[in-house]
């Protein structure tokens, strides 16, 4: 894992240092479950013909999407690079934003892909709002394609 150099353009794999400790903590926990799924195999597989075991078939499966997302978490991790704290005028990774399109206001914190929620209004750097934000300083006017159109949204603040 690296720190990025807040200029930095290669839009790669960005992670703030509570989304790496979130999912390291989660990395951990997933290989702490092998062991009670590999028992949920074996038991599986003691009750009989494998063809048509339901049991054994749920197990393998768990067993499957665990160990993808253990690889895709590994995968992850080992090239992250941390977010930095946030320093100058412009949007940047790790920024939050507060844009006014005329109507309203919404506040966005542009993060990399893994920590996306929408729900808490975390947007990817990689999204085309994300992408339409970073470089850009408040006061800025900045258009957004949306799936309605072009939206034209002013920049009131970045923390």
């Known amino acids: 894992m690296a720190t990025i150099d807040p200029q930095d353009n290669d839009l790669g794999e960005f992670v ?4 790496f400790e979130e999912l390291t903590a989660e990395l951990k926990a997933l290989k702490e479950s092998r ?15 494998l063809s048509e075991n339901a049991e054994y078939s749920e197990a393998k499966e768990e067993h499957m999407v665990n160990e993808s997302r253990i690889a895709q978490l590994e995968d992850f991790l080992s090239r992250a690079k941390l977010i930095p704290k ?5 949007v940047q990774l790790g920024s939050t934003v507060t844009v006014s399109d005329g109507k309203s206001e919404l506040a966005y914190t542009i993060v990399g892909t893994q920590e996306v929620d929408l729900a808490s209004k975390r947007i990817s750097h990689e999204s085309p709002f994300g992408q339409a934000f970073l470089g850009k ?10 799936p309605k159109g072009e939206v034209s949204y002013i920049i009131e603040s970045i923390s």
């Open 86 to 90: 946030r320093s100058g005028d412009a």
């Open 16 to 19: 703030s240092k509570e989304g």
């Open 35 to 49: 062991l009670a799924i590999a028992q949920k195999l074996e038991f599986a597989k003691s009750l009989g013909d």
């Open 137 to 146: 300083k408040k006061g800025d006017t900045v258009m957004v394609r949306t």
